[in-house]
Each structure stands twice: as structure tokens, then as C-alpha cells.
């Protein structure tokens, strides 16, 4: 082999070169003494070891089976195809750390198995799309089963005779190839992080069996014309600052293939500068999906998510130790590997173990921030505003950035926010039971597309009852809003951002801003959002809370004995109007108490608004939504109208030991004093001292003040 | 003084004798060195005082204010007068160890300041009872303040001259003590917590003071008939095994007068055998206390409770040292006064500390139990089984106890179920939120009758949409339910009871059973509900669960577009019917997926039962209600009717990881074989194997046989 590569480019030798010692992607040969001594003096590369070593033992126990593919995910058969490309690699890695041989066995027998099935198998009898997937019911997974396979048998190479290597790569590996490169072409070619999934398996299958061909697939395309692969996805799926299109919880599951395949890649070719490529884009991206987190280690769950995915995950695991040690990413991400408590048993873990053990470990800067857009970095991007220490901030998010491809939400301006460890105003998130079966199979639910996308999932302005882009992803792939204005400095920060091309004729005019009072413990979110238009619209400017309501000080029309929908489609239709509230002059204000803290949104209304209490959960056969709360603000008929609210975080309600404190808010007597479509001023008091709020938008220079 | 008590008797002269020496309830002079040194040597007695000395600062630099009365439960003045006795005795504290006299002086300026006002204000503006509190709305509250205040005046007596004493003695005890026994004498000699509080509170003052008269009164009533009074109520309140009479919340809350009375009472009369009383009484109240709570901590909130009070408030902190320190109450105590991370800056937190430094601790000790209710023992009582380690428990609890006096639910054999340190089937608690002064004052709301106490609110059966006794309490409180059988053995633990009283002509038995069928991790819960009447009548059993559901798989009617309330009184007046559900043979199982576990459960139907899915908050016009969901069991026309379901947790769904285990319940073909009013056999398989239920009510011997 190495002659034979030996002829063709440096970049080739290199490959080949080093191709031959093994393991070299993650684990290497030359430092495996180094991670040994690793596992005994460091903490967390002990107990993370542990858990690799205890994954191993099991599968020596529970011994070898490959079942033909027949369940969707979630199933029998998926979890255990998923198992046992887990135990795989936890078998390679122990065998590296031990030498004993009956891990190595374990990789060898599962491998041989599963190449001796593979070409029995046809198609998966649950497959999601076309081809679909053979050893799951989605290519995405087999591609993913590859990615791990591959590292596992790296680790294991030096303990097969040269007969099973053959029969490992020509009757499984190569199969597996051609079925994510050729069968799967259209993914394998497709900019989208099944794309990456898919290029990732390939090019280090190529890598690893020194088959250059697969690898110059996997970083070009298949038709080597960079209109796909792997470099086609850095440079189209990424922004500038590292922001990936389909949002933060994508953003997750995609950084691994991309970390990974990018690893592999330096290891193979530092030359290449894979790590330099865009300005050290990886790095970036990294940092932005951190950045992407609340507190909570939560990912912000904008677009299709599942909510409670943490920074936790494996995907983010590797993210972190590749960042760390290969890319200089800084000691704050120490923190975050101490959050996740644990590390890959690798090259990059020991070197995050060895720098927390020198105690080097700085808290995660998070940061007040506009993270561009749009792979040229001109399609808007995410504003986040935050304020107070780690332990208890208040966090806003502001999205104004691409539609997020297949997965986006109809949620222009959408605003979160999140406070004292929780979501205050949240995102649903995905319509998804992920991995349980017997909820479609583990798949996004027709829901999803019927509530979690619409407009009123979200907290921002639903016009006419209609979606934004009337629920057109491809319109609303078109365009994006545009940054108005970003400044974060001592006295506050503020995001402000334009959408013209939601609604027909009407355009949206958001800006939040922190602020923290004098005498004020925290800082106050202001929300002004303007709409203007020609012609009269209906405005609805939902709240989704968490916590329960606790002051509703104005009259309120409850639905008591017969529940209405509230609608009949664009998500309106899964409401249920609890009831109708006209907020009096003096009384237009909601308190939420929400984890024993209590949240004072005052607001803006003139006589026509009305405040609709719903509850999710109409038309639900399948009982997929939660049942989720909101106050709409709802202006019936306006051309143009400002939304003006400001909401405050006080007080506290220790049932435990009994104790409330701060039970009213301190923010009083909004007032709007003049609003056009280029500025808005308004006034309030807190604790007796009066404000006064001027936005300005045609002027950059000054466009907040605050006296 | 002396020479003018010394005459009496000898429990009077010791009582004086000691009562010159101050303090000596919490803290006394003997030991305040070694608790200076106790401070600087363990850790939970330096983190227990740096709060109090942080309390105590707060109350220096903020100085005396002693508003006029005017709110109620969590306003202004009701939180500041809670806070002063809070700091006063911090303060108190906080000068016994320091010796600084700064300390001493604001407990002083203090009382002196109330001294002067007290006599000034007339009756609580806002008081909830006639005659009512006075400095707060209820006299209840006047008397926990008086409990505190009296222990902070111990503690600065030796800092006053003669003069102040006396002014404050005279002039403000003395008129409190007049308030309580007096003015609110109804409450002082009612056997109920709030003369418990009173009897306290009065009590202590007489001990320290030297009013003889004062203690007698709180010992025996003011007309020393032992009809009222501290005797009384350690008679009537508590049952032989120290269950409290108005359940495990307000055992919680009850437990610091009676904790702190009996620890004066011994300080200064030794020989009265308070801890002696009814066969040390009081150690079995706390150890039943903790026994009646799950591995989160959190009381079982039987009757009106609210929910999330766990053993970490003050009173059982108080509880636990006492019970560690004076009366032998087991290492494992050491358990729990680690849970709550704190002790009580006094005599006994040190000997928990010191127990603590000397590693004793031991797991705290939750047994399968039944606790016998009523003060005879003969009430009934309540019935625990627990399965598995502290650490991932499954508990279940049977209330066939008392009513519970004015703050009981009608839920005779009602059944909470917890498992993986939450909630599986649960009860609703108070409909009450505590201290939020907009929801009703922090009172009750009106909902608490409507909704929380009304039968269908708990997992009990509900015949023909009454609730049990008609809602009448007197009729509640006149029987009981009666033990049938409880065992806990290798095999199995099982509590069966019977009510023949809630519903005329209509005999109730319910037996819950514990089962760990071969090859599974969890026990299983077997749940046999026997309804039998000469009569048909509609049977309603409710499961509230917690969590999602994720399988229903027999089809349901939903209501889709409106929403109908599923009844017009007696609770049902606030429940939605979501939808209805008809379980096909081979489909009778629900699963719910709560807290990342499975719960299926199986039950029996003949064709006449109707699944009911119900979500709680029809009529709440402002708010009050939590929507919760519950799958109602109905039998709409039946004389006799076995109700028999078996509960499994099972599997797992990690969302972070992405991975799900045991997905599908293991428990098959659940089959009635026969029932009578005295028998009932069923069978059904887990994993293949058969298992047949024999439960046989006047066989004592072989109540229960799984084969």
C-alpha cells in the first residue's frame, strides 16, 4: 500500500504515512502512555474512564448480537444497532488503555458480524425517505454508526490479523461507503448536517483505510467540484462568526462530525490548516454554541429543539476537548468540561484534565452579543443580552436571523428571555418525543408543523392570525431581518432589529433593552415592538410564560364551563381561550410567579387591546402538546402600533421556610409619549424616580437614550 | 422573686432556680463555651452561625422599625413584624457568642419599642378570626412571634438592667401573654396546632419570666381542668405512634411548639418527664414526621399541605436536634440533619454536630410502615411500603386514616405513589398560595373546598360524582377506616384497609401491594380496588399522574374544538373532559412517560368502563388552580366492581444522551380470575412468566399469596 500511495502528492504520503500507525485520531500511539498515566492522576479522566471501561465490560458480557433491521427509532432493533457501535468504541478505547486483548475481540467478532450481514440486508423495512437508511430507519443514523465504528476499529487495528482487516473493510466498510457516498449520494452531496454526518463517516473511513479516493469525496463531493462535501458545508452552513443556519440545537448535533472529521483531517494532514480554515471557524463555532446556552447548560431552543438538551451531550464533550486542545479555545471552557463533568478518553481529554488540574479553569465567559448570520454573515443574526453573574442572570434572546432551512420557525423577532436559573418567556421548542416510539415513532408529530412552527408559538407579533411568510419556508428563506442596532455598555444593552418582509406591507420594529434602575437589585427587560402598516391588521403579541399567574388586576371574561379554540388554523387552532381581559387605565399589568421568583410585566394598552389567556392543547388527538400558557396582547385593528411592556424580576416566595419578600413591583406608571416609525419615546417610574426612554433609529450615535 | 416561689412546691423552686439563670432553652450558660468552640470546629455549626451572624447584621444595620399592624399574610407589615422576631432572635444568638453588646442592644431597643406600641394598637385591621391577631391578622402568627421572641429575651436577660425587664416584661409579655390566653383563650385551650403555638409561646414566657401561673396555664388550660392546654394536646393531637392528627404537613409546622415547649419544660423541670410522656411521645412524632416524607424530602401531602415543604424548614430542624440530642432518636437522624445542612445554634445542634465530625451518620432508616392514627391508636392509619434505596425509591402511601380535622380532604384509602425522586400519582395538596398576598392573602382560596378537599381530587373511588361523608367533615370525623392486613416481607409488602362509611350502603377495600416479579429491577405496584353496595352506582377512581402520556393505545373520542366541563359540582365542576377513551381488549394500559421513566399501567374493563382524560381548571375565574391531568377509571352503573391495576416503571429516556432502554412494559395479560366481597385472584405475566394473586380478606394467616 504505502508504495503505491508513496507516487501521488505530499498530501497523499502524509496520509498514507501516517495511516499506517494506529490508533491516530482521537487516542494515538505516541501519547497513549501519556492518557494511561493521565487516567490515574486526574479526577475527571478517572471517573470519565470508569464509564468507558463500564460500557466495555458490558458489552463483554452481553456478547455479540447484530439483528436484522426492522424498528424505528426507538425500537428494538435501532437501540441496539446504537449499542453496539457505543460498546464498540468503548472496547477500542479500553483495549488502548489495557492491551488486553478480549476488547479488541469484542471489536473484531461485532465487526466480522456485521460483515458478514451487512449485503443480506435490504432496505430498512421503516425507512424515513428514500433510499432511507439499512442498518436504521434514516441514513443519518448509519452514518453516524459509521463515524463511531471507524474510531473503534482504529483502536483495535493492531490486534487483527491482516485477513480480518481485509474482510473488515472490503466486505463492511467499503459496502458501508458506498452506500452513505453512492446509494445516498444526494446526502452525502447535500449541504445540511446530514451531509456533514455522512462526509465525516466516509472521509475518515478513507483516512483510516487509506483510501484517498473517500476522502477526497468526503472533503469536495462526490464530484470533487466543492458544490458539496465537507468544505462546502464549512463554508455555506457556517456564519462568519460561527452561527450555524439551522440554530443552536443543530448547531449541537452537527459540531461533532465536524469536529471530529476536522480532527481526523489534522491528524492526518496538519498542512491541510483545516483548524485556520475561514479564520479558525471551528473555534468560532464552538464559542458560539456556548454561547448559545443559558446558565442552565440549555441550549436556546430556537427552531426544531428538544429542550432539554444540554451542553452535556457527547457531541459537545468532544466539541470542548478538541476546541481546548487543539485550538487554543481558552480556559474558560474549562468550566464548562468541569460542567460536563467528564471528558473523552483522548489526546484533547488529557490535556483538558492536565489544565484543570493546574487549576487554570476560569468561569465560562458569557457575553452580551450579535452573532451574525447567513453564511456571508449578512443574514441578520442572534442578539443576547445578559446581565448579572453566572449563578443568576437575566438572559434575552433575541432571534433575527435566517429561517433555519428545514427545521425554522415562523418566529421573526422572537424574543426569550430567561432569569434565576429558568425560562421566564419561552420557545415550545420541537413537537417531538425523541426516541420514543409509540409517538410517531420517535419523529417530529404532525404538530409540529401545525403548532410548533406557526407564529403564535412564539413571542412575537402574529398579524391577521396568520404566520410569518404565511407559513412558506421557502419565502422566508429569501430574506432575513436586519440589525438595527446592537450596544452593550455600562448603563445597558439593547438589540434592535427590522423585519419587512413577514407580512406584506407591515413592518416590525423590535428593540429590548436591559436596564437597571437606580436602587434596582436587577435589571429590567423593555420590549418595544412597532408595527406599521398602510392598511389596519390585527396585532397579537403573545407571552408564554412559565409559573403561574398570581396578579391579574383587571376585569377578566373567564371560559368557565365550555372551552373555545381560538381559532381555526395557523396554530390558532390548538388554543384554548381561557378567557379575555380588558386591562383598565392603572391596572395594565400580569405577575407570574415563576421558581419562587416573581415577574411584574407591565404594560402598554389603549381601550381597543385585549388580553387573551390560552392554553395549549386544543385539537390534540394524539395528546402530543404540552400544555403550555400565554397572555396575548391583542390589538384588534391598527395600522400602525407600538407595544411597549417592561418587565421586572422581584422579590422572592420561599415556601420552604415561609418568607415572601418583594412582592409588588417597583415599576410604575408607563407611559407612551410619541411614537413614528423612526422613534419611539415612552416614560415610567421606578421606586419614585422617573424615566425617560428615547429610541431612535435612523441615528446610530444616540439611538438609546435613557434619563 | 426567689424567696416568694421558693415556698411552693419543688417542681415550682427548681423551676425558679434555673429560670434565674438565662439562657436555658436552646442555649444555656453551662454550654455556650463549648458551642463558641463548637463554631470554630465543625463546619455545619460554622455555616449554621455565619447565617445567623448574617441575619443578625442585617438587623443591626437596618435598624427598629415597628410598623402599626395593617396587612395581611405577605404584605409589608406582616413580613417586616416576622422578620423582627427573626432578627431578634439572631441577634439573641448572635450576642451569647460574641458577647457583643451591639447584639444585645437592638433586641433591647426592640422589644422596648414594641413595648411601647403594643398597648397602642387596637384589634388587626385585616384580622381573619374574631377577636383575630394583633400584630398580625391571625393570633396564630402573634404567637410564633412570641415563641421566638421569648428565646431572644433569654438570651440578652443577662444584658438588660432591672428597668428594662421590667418594662418589658410588664409592659409587653405580660399584655401578649393576656392577648393569647386570654384575649384569643378559645384558641389557647383548643387541642389543635394553634393552641399548641399558644401553650408555647405563653408557657416559655412563664418560664422565663417566673410566672409560675403562666406555665400551669399552658400545661394544663386556663381553667387547669387538662381539657386544653400542652397536656391536652400531646394527648388528643397525636396517636400512640406520634402521627398527627391533621396529617404530615401541619405535623411539620405543629412539631417546633411542641419540640420547643417540651425542651423548656425540661431545661427547667427535669423531673416533670416531659420526654417520657405517652412512652416518649415525642421521639416517635419526629421519627413519624420524616417517615412521612420521600426521598426528596418533601411531607406527603396528605389534607391541606403545601407542596413542596420539606424536612428542611426550621421547625423540623429544631425537631431533629432536639430528638438527636435530648432523646436517643438513632443515627440515622444524623442523615437528615445533613440533608438540611444546618443546626440550631444551641446545645443540641452542637451534639449533632459533633456526631456528625465523628462520622455516625447512617442512612436515613425509611421502613415499610403502619402508622397508627387516632389518639387511642384505634383511627385507622396510614400505610407506607417502600422499595429500593434511598437513593431510587418506590414508595407508595395509603391515607385510611382520621379525617383530619378542620384541614382534612375526603379521601378515604386514597393512594400516592413516588418513584425516581419524583411524583408518579399524586395529590392536588391546598389549593392555597402561601404568603402571595394577591391570591386571597395567602390564604386558602375558595378553591381549596371546591376543589382540593372533594374526593375526585385524590386517587380514591368517587361513587355517583359525591364526594365521600358529602363533604361533611363532622361526618368524617365520626369513623374511620379500618386495617385489614399489612405485612412487609422478603416477598412482598402489602397494606389493605376498608371504609364502610363514606358513601351509605357502600363497603370500600383497597389493598396495595408491592411486587418484584423475577428478572426486574422495580417492584411492581399491584393496586386491588373492591367496591361492593346493594346498590348500582357510578364508580369514578382517578389516577392523577405527573409526566406525559406516551401510549394510549385504545381508541379515544377527544374533544377537540370545545371543551365541556366534566360536571357541576363536588370537583367535577372544575375538571375539563379533554376526552374519552374506550380500552379495547389486549389495550388496557396507559403509559406515562415522567422524569425521563416509563409508567405503564395495566388495568382491568369490562366493556361498561370508560377511560376519562381530564385536565383540572374549569370555573378558576382567577386563577388558582394548577392544571393538573388524570385518566379517570369509570364505571358508570355497577353494585360490585373490582377495580385491579398493576403500575411498572420501566426504562429509560435520556433526551441529553439520546437514548431509550425498556420502552414497552414487561407486564402482560393482567386477568381477573374471581372476586367477592371477601376474595379476589387475578393473574398476570412479566416477561413470560405467569404469576397468580390471591387476596383473601378474613384469612389473616395467607392474606396474600403470589404464585
Known amino acids: 500500500m504505502k508504495t503505491f500511495f508513496l507516487s501521488i502528492s505530499l498530501v497523499i504520503s502524509v496520509l498514507v504515512v501516517q495511516g499506517q500507525s494506529h490508533p491516530s485520531i482521537m487516542l494515538t500511539q505516541k501519547n497513549i502512555e501519556a492518557v494511561r498515566k493521565g487516567i490515574k492522576d486526574y479526577p475527571i479522566m478517572a471517573s470519565s474512564y470508569k464509564t468507558v471501561k463500564k460500557d466495555a465490560e458490558k458489552a463483554l458480557k452481553s456478547g455479540i ?36 486483548e478480549r476488547y479488541a475481540k469484542f471489536v473484531k467478532d461485532l465487526l466480522l458480524e456485521y460483515a458478514k450481514q451487512y449485503n443480506t440486508w435490504g432496505r430498512h423495512p421503516k425507512r424515513k425517505q428514500e433510499p432511507g437508511g439499512k442498518i436504521f430507519w434514516q441514513n443519518l443514523n448509519d452514518c453516524v454508526w ?83 462535501g465537507f468544505l462546502a458545508q464549512l463554508n455555506q452552513l457556517f456564519s462568519p462568526d460561527g452561527y450555524y443556519a439551522e440554530g443552536p440545537y443543530y448547531q449541537r448535533y452537527a459540531i461533532l462530525p465536524f469536529m471530529i472529521f476536522a480532527k481526523a483531517i489534522h491528524q492526518y494532514d496538519p498542512k491541510f490548516g483545516i483548524y485556520d480554515f475561514r479564520d479558525g471557524l471551528l473555534k468560532k463555532a464552538v464559542n458560539t454554541a456556548l454561547q448559545c446556552t443559558y446558565t442552565n447548560k440549555v441550549f436556546f431552543p430556537l427552531n426544531d429543539a428538544i429542550k432539554d438538551k444540554t451542553y ?9 476537548d478538541i476546541a481546548y486542545s487543539d485550538m487554543q479555545a481558552g480556559d474558560d471552557l474549562l468550566d464548562i468540561a468541569q460542567q460536563q463533568d467528564r471528558v473523552i478518553i483522548s489526546d484533547a481529554g488529557l490535556q483538558v ?53 428545514g427545521h425554522g420557525h415562523f418566529d421573526r423577532l422572537n ?7 429558568t425560562e421566564v418567556f419561552s420557545d415550545y421548542g420541537a413537537v417531538r418525543f425523541l426516541n420514543v416510539e409509540t409517538k410517531n415513532g420517535g419523529n417530529y408529530t404532525k ?27 421557502k419565502k422566508g428563506e429569501e430574506t432575513t431581518p436586519s440589525l438595527v442596532n446592537f450596544t452593550a455598555n455600562e448603563k445597558f444593552q439593547v438589540v434592535s432589529a427590522e423585519e419587512k418582509n ?16 437606580e436602587g434596582a437589585d436587577k435589571a429590567l427587560l423593555l420590549d418595544v415592538f412597532s408595527v406599521n402598516s398602510d392598511q389596519p391588521h390585527q396585532y397579537d403579541l403573545p407571552f408564554w410564560y412559565q409559573g403561574h399567574i398570581t396578579d391579574l388586576p383587571f376585569p377578566s371574561e373567564m371560559n368557565g364551563k365550555q372551552l373555545p379554540a381560538l381559532g381555526t388554523s395557523n396554530g390558532y387552532q390548538h388554543l384554548w381561550l381561557n378567557g379575555t381581559g380588558i386591562p383598565a387605565n392603572g391596572k395594565q399589568y400580569i405577575t407570574v410567579l415563576n421558581n419562587r421568583r416573581f415577574y411584574t410585566t407591565s404594560f402598554l394598552a389603549d381601550t381597543a387591546i385585549r388580553v387573551k389567556l390560552v392554553t395549549l392543547g386544543a385539537q390534540d388527538p394524539n395528546l402530543n402538546l404540552r400544555n403550555e400558557k ?22 422572592r416566595n420561599n415556601t420552604v421556610a415561609e418568607v415572601t419578600t418583594g412582592a409588588s413591583a417597583a415599576v410604575k406608571e408607563l407611559k407612551l409619549v410619541s411614537a413614528t416609525k423612526e422613534a419611539v419615546q415612552f416614560r415610567f417610574t421606578y421606586k419614585k424616580k422617573s424615566y425617560t426612554v428615547s429610541i431612535r433609529k435612523n441615528d446610530p450615535g444616540s439611538f438609546l437614550v435613557i434619563d
Request: proline fraction near 3%; include cysteine; aromatic fraction near 8%.
Open 65 to 100: 448480537e447484530v439483528p436484522t433491521p426492522a424498528d424505528g427509532g426507538g425500537g428494538v432493533t435501532h437501540e441496539k444497532h446504537k449499542k453496539n457501535y457505543q460498546q464498540a468504541l468503548a472496547c477500542g478505547i479500553a483495549y488502548q488503555v489495557t492491551n488486553d
Open 146 to 228: 459509521q463515524v463511531y465504528m471507524i474510531q473503534a476499529y482504529d483502536c483495535v487495528y493492531g490486534a487483527l490479523s491482516a485477513a480480518d482487516r481485509k474482510k473488515i473493510e472490503n466486505d463492511l466498510f467499503a459496502n458501508v461507503v458506498k452506500e452513505l457516498s453512492e446509494v445516498n449520494g444526494s446526502i452525502f452531496n447535500k449541504v445540511h448536517n446530514h451531509g456533514t454526518w455522512s462526509a465525516a463517516a466516509v472521509g475518515m473511513t478513507g483516512y483510516v483505510c487509506g483510501k484517498k479516493e473517500w476522502v477526497q469525496a468526503a472533503l469536495h463531493g462526490s464530484k470533487q467540484d466543492d458544490k458539496g
Open 312 to 320: 452535556e451531550t457527547e457531541e459537545m464533550v468532544y466539541a470542548v
Open 353 to 405: 484534565a492536565q489544565a484543570i488540574d493546574a487549576g487554570k479553569t476560569n468561569p465560562f465567559a458569557y457575553k452580551p452579543m450579535w452573532i451574525k448570520d447567513g453564511a456571508d454573515g449578512k443574514g441578520g443574526g442572534i442578539g443576547i443580552l445578559r446581565s448579572g453573574a453566572n449563578a443568576d442572570q437575566l438572559a434575552v434572546v433575541m432571534k433575527a436571523g435566517t429561517q433555519g432551512m
Open 415 to 421: 424574543l426569550l428571555v430567561y432569569d434565576n436559573g
Open 447 to 473: 404538530e409540529n408543523d401545525t403548532w410548533g412552527k406557526q407564529t403564535i408559538a412564539h413571542n412575537t407579533i402574529t398579524a391577521d392570525q396568520t404566520s410569518h411568510f404565511n407559513g412558506n419556508e
Open 502 to 517: 413577514a407580512y406584506k406591507g407591515v413592518t416590525l420594529w423590535r428593540t429590548a433593552i436591559l436596564f437597571t434602575p
Open 630 to 651: 400565554a397572555f396575548i396582547l391583542s390589538q384588534p385593528a391598527a395600522t400602525n402600533h407600538t407595544f411597549i411592556s417592561i418587565t421586572e424580576p422581584h422579590g
